[in-house]
């Protein structure tokens, strides 16, 4: 794991890819202060402490700007700078100057960005333009800020803006697939908008949408009992089951490829390590939210033998994820795999921390 969270240090340059990294950091050395923990807000609120002693708080702090609208610059895009909130957050609760940094990316997504026509906070500063990228980058941020708050309604309105993604993103009619005559309903399309459209079933996609989504059930989980009792979580629980489910379906009827396909509905495509770690970790992370809802028969299950084909293609000398076999994460529609990839460096760290989770609190991955 040295190795492997070494390269993905070298490799992170973008905003998104530092929030993603500093939310990895946390996850792997720093569990206790993860929304996945038993007890993430002590005393019902965000906990304090020491940014020196918390690996993903110390990453993240060369990254955040004290003295901007954003935590980073988003290079066109509004969501990208907030995957970096969380640690913000994290680090406002013992330092003012990151709680008032925080505060003015939040005000600035819901008060200043453009919306969809149903009211999705647009993942473009420009223009509105949704991607299920913007799962992973906003509405976590918008669930931990409403804790530090106190503010029930922003908790609602994070799960309420993974609903409205699904209302436009999720691929209810979608043509035939090439790959088997299984539905990909459930599943997101990456884009929707005016200018970087792509309705394609991108794995990397579905999985930000469905980590992003875990993230922010696992907040409301955690702190509904001081600060929503009455929030109802099933239409986001649902959001995760449906994308899982598709997913693990057409993962089933593939030609065997032990990764998922870089778009899940097509077998034309590589096989690809990003998705399939940030997939597999978000199975692991809702079946110990909810077991009942995920039975592990299901979604461990699933998750174990798609941890296994990640593991087999990390390179033990290196540290480097994939070994060719990783989309291009500035162009996802490039048929050529990428050689290395910041999003899968993460992801992996992500999935790896997951499945030690997992154990931890089941025993057994079975």
């Known amino acids: 794991m040295t190795q492997l969270i070494g390269q993905a240090q070298l490799l992170a340059t973008h905003s998104w890819e530092w929030g993603t990294l500093s939310q990895a950091l946390l996850e792997w050395y ?29 990453y993240a702090l060369r990254h ?22 969380v640690s913000a957050v994290l680090l406002g609760a013992v330092t003012p100057s990151y709680h008032a940094a925080a505060q003015r990316q939040y005000e600035h997504l819901v ?26 980058m906003v509405p976590p941020f918008l669930a931990y800020y409403a804790v530090a708050a106190g503010d029930a309604a922003a908790l609602a ?9 699904g209302e436009v993103l999720a691929s209810i009619r979608q043509e035939p697939t090439p790959l088997s005559s299984i539905s990909p309903a459930g599943l997101w399309r990456h884009i929707v908008g005016p200018v970087n459209a792509d309705p394609g079933l991108w794995s990397t996609g579905n999985a930000w949408a469905a980590h992003g ?22 239409r986001l629980a649902s959001t995760i089951k449906r994308i899982l489910d598709a997913a693990i379906c057409l993962d089933a009827a593939s030609p065997p490829s032990p990764l998922l396909r870089n778009y899940l509905n097509d077998s034309s ?10 997939l597999a970790a978000a199975a692991y992370r809702v079946v110990v939210l909810d077991a009942a809802l995920f039975p592990p028969e299901r979604y461990a299950a699933w998750a174990h033998r798609k941890r296994e084909a990640v ?48 154990v931890a609190k089941m025993g057994v991955w079975r």
């Open 269 to 278: 495509w590589f096989g690809d390590a990003a998705g399939t770690a940030l």
């Open 213 to 234: 989504a875990a993230r922010v059930l696992a907040t409301i989980y955690r702190a509904r009992p001081f600060l929503a009792p009455e929030l109802d979580t099933s």
């Open 30 to 58: 720093d569990p206790l202060y993860s929304v996945f923990a038993d007890d993430p807000f002590p005393n019902a609120s965000v906990p304090r402490t020491d940014p020196n002693d918390v690996a993903g708080l110390r």
């Open 64 to 85: 955040i700007y004290l003295d901007n609208v954003t935590l980073a610059d988003g290079d066109g895009s509004s969501a990208d700078p907030a995957s970096l909130g």
């Open 111 to 136: 008060q200043t960005v453009p919306r969809w026509p149903n009211g999705a906070i647009s993942h473009r500063e420009g223009y509105a333009e949704l991607w299920a990228d913007f799962v992973s």
């Open 311 to 358: 593991d087999a293609v990390v390179d033990r000398a290196t540290g480097i994820v994939g070994q060719g076999q990783v989309v291009n994460p500035l162009g996802w529609g490039d048929r050529v795999p990428a050689a290395k990839s910041p999003e899968a460096q993460s992801f992996a760290i992500m999935l790896f921390a997951a499945y030690r989770d997992y």
């Open 157 to 165: 309105e994070a799960g309420r803006q993974v609903e409205l993604y």
